[in-house]
């Protein structure tokens, strides 16, 4: 129920943004976010977005997730 | 999708595997590592995990469905408004097959009852605007994921001069359960894969307090499968350490504080009061009742009707299994009497259900 999906701003028009991911679109209420622009990626559960996605943070898990491959611990 | 798949690699999913081996290879005893979130059961089950841990690490599925631990009256109370003349009841399609004492509301559309599935919300606050002789009642279930959105929806309908948009909450709040869960001596919970979504609005140091009762790791995790087995390992490593500390896996969308905004909006719309979780019994300060200034929205105060007596089903285990002292396959009715075509409990009914995704994903006979 807590499912919620990251969807990337298209247009915004006061309080209510059109999000799309892969080619869908949909309305999303921008009341519980600040400071949102397009092209942000924002998280969207029924009908809001209720946060926005940090780009750095994300690359930082990534790269971290990297490293694990890069070097990791071969299994016996 | 972005901010997804990249989370689902394969390669990087099976070193992290054999990391998390390497490092708990010494560890004398098991650890149990309890997720509170059913979209973490589903994503557990899915990506078959708990079949790649090691025996030294257990994986247990904890009150994480809010669907499963709204009481069994909630219900019989819904069902008892659907029936009500020039009514619509709004609601997540979760709720539509939850067996109440007698009936279900799928049953009662049926038979005749309005019961529409919305996607939002708002949509319910649109179905009002659209028909203003109608009574709406929208079903509000979830925890703080889902609750902000609800308060925002009564806003909406305030602001819209809305007088026939009412609620029926029984919204569930997250930390206050795990410090119940975590005190089990029965239970034995060595730490805790925090909730993704929930955390995105009540902040990771919302868990500080459990984590200093309770000398308990706990650590908010994403729910792709990378993101769960990262989040095993940082568990791990605490366990190891002797330490309990709140860390964040998922930190591309959690902050330390939360979202502010959306706690103001909880706290303008609702008040915590003691909440009563299906299979645990009451839990102080564990869910959200209306605010007087929003009682006019309350569906159980403006809308009276007679309630049958609620009847739990015979045999039915959902309790132990939400408290995470059984599996689904230790209830004698799982993939017997109990099935998601035919449910009995409501952890079978709902698809982030423990039992539901035990079920899909070949947990059973």
């Known amino acids: 129920m807590c499912l919620a999906v990251p969807m990337r701003v298209v247009t915004i028009d006061g309080e209510v943004a059109i999000c799309e991911i892969d080619g869908v679109r949909r309305e999303a209420n921008l009341m519980m976010i600040d400071d949102v622009a397009i092209n942000d990626y924002v998280l969207i559960h029924a009908g809001f977005a209720i946060e926005k996605l940090d780009e750095s943070e994300a690359e930082e898990t990534l790269r971290l997730m990297r490293e694990v491959l890069a070097q990791g611990i071969l299994p016996e | ?365």
Request: glycine share 8%; net charge negative; aromatic share 6%.
């Open chain 2, 1 to 365: 999708m972005k901010h997804a798949s990249e989370y689902r690699d394969p390669a990087i999913a099976r070193k992290l595997v054999a990391e998390i081996t390497a490092l708990v290879a010494a560890y004398p005893g098991v650890m149990t590592l309890m997720e509170v979130c059913g979209t973490h059961t589903m994503a557990i089950h899915q990506h078959g995990i708990r079949a790649l841990m090691p025996a030294q690490i257990r994986l247990i599925s904890g009150p994480g469905c809010p669907v499963c631990v709204t009481p069994i009256d909630y219900v019989d109370h819904a069902i008892a408004l659907s029936r009500r003349p020039q009514t619509i009841i709004a609601t997540f399609g979760d709720m539509m097959r939850v067996p109440g004492s007698s009936s279900n509301l799928l049953r009662e559309k049926a038979r005749g009852a309005d019961v529409r599935i919305v996607y939002s919300p708002l949509d319910a606050v649109a179905l009002a605007e659209k028909n203003p002789q109608v009574t709406i009642v929208f079903l509000g279930i979830g925890f703080e994921t889902t609750a902000p959105t609800i308060a925002g929806s009564i806003l909406e309908a305030q602001r819209r001069g809305l007088k026939n948009y009412f609620v029926l909450g029984a919204h569930k709040t997250m930390p206050t359960p795990m410090q119940v869960l975590a005190a089990d001596p029965e239970l034995q919970v060595s730490g805790f894969l925090a909730p993704a979504h929930v955390s995105a609005i009540i902040g990771a140091d919302a868990y500080e307090t459990l984590v200093a009762n309770c000398h308990i790791p706990c650590v908010v995790t994403g729910f792709e499968p990378l993101d769960v087995l990262l989040g095993i390992r940082m568990l791990a490593e605490q366990i190891i350490a002797g330490e309990a500390k709140v860390e964040i896996e998922y930190s591309r969308l959690v902050r330390r504080e939360g979202n502010r905004k959306a706690q103001q909006l909880l706290a303008q719309v609702f008040v915590p009061n003691d909440a009563r979780w299906r299979g645990i019994g009451i839990i102080p300060n564990s869910g959200l009742d209306f605010r007087p200034e929003y009682g006019d929205f309350d569906a159980a105060v403006q809308l009276p009707v007679t309630v049958e007596e609620s009847i739990e089903p015979v045999g039915c285990r959902c309790g132990d299994i939400l408290k995470g002292k059984i599996a689904p396959q230790d209830c004698p009715l799982f993939a017997r009497r109990c099935t998601p075509q035919d449910p009995v409990g409501a952890c079978m009914v709902s698809s982030e259900g423990t039992c539901a995704a035990a079920y899909k994903y070949g947990d059973h006979d």
